[in-house]
């Protein structure tokens, strides 16, 4: 588990397609300060990543307490998935916020999606009590076409240990 480089934006291209233009999005916001993009790798290619935002961004889709980075788009390849990958990934981006201080991270998790939930409440994360709400998100599939999907979420929080009080 490391932060991804600029370098690497070309290899993050090709491993998710679907999604045009936001590694390299997520990299200038990690340059900038912004945030923390980090990866697991598997041999020579990626595995998984998630986006860890220091100030969550106000997309209008909820309140989400400014105190608490925010984990985004956890994800990791479908072959290689309960094999600790994405709890390797929380992990590391839990240590990143408490090496800067910060005392808690929250999420958007889909009301449909229980094997998620089910993950972030095994590592401790719990409903912040925000209610439901729907996150959208624009996407390219095989053929080039452009769409948008969605989903009902609630926000998690999870507050870390050894982060100072």
Known sequence: MRPFRCDEVEVLERFRRKMPGVHRARLDRQAWGLGRYLGAWWGERPAGHVWLEWVPE???AAPRPAECPRLVDLFVVPE??????????IAAA???AIARGHACVGLDVGTDNPRAHALYTRLGYADAGLGRYRISWAYVDAAGRRGIEGEECVYL???LRGAAD
Do not use: K, N, Q
């Open 80 to 89: 290689l998935r309960s094999r600790g990958i994405g709890t390797r990934l």
């Open 58 to 60: 106000d997309d209008g």
């Open 157 to 159: 929080v999870h507050r």
């Open 94 to 96: 839990e240590r990143a």
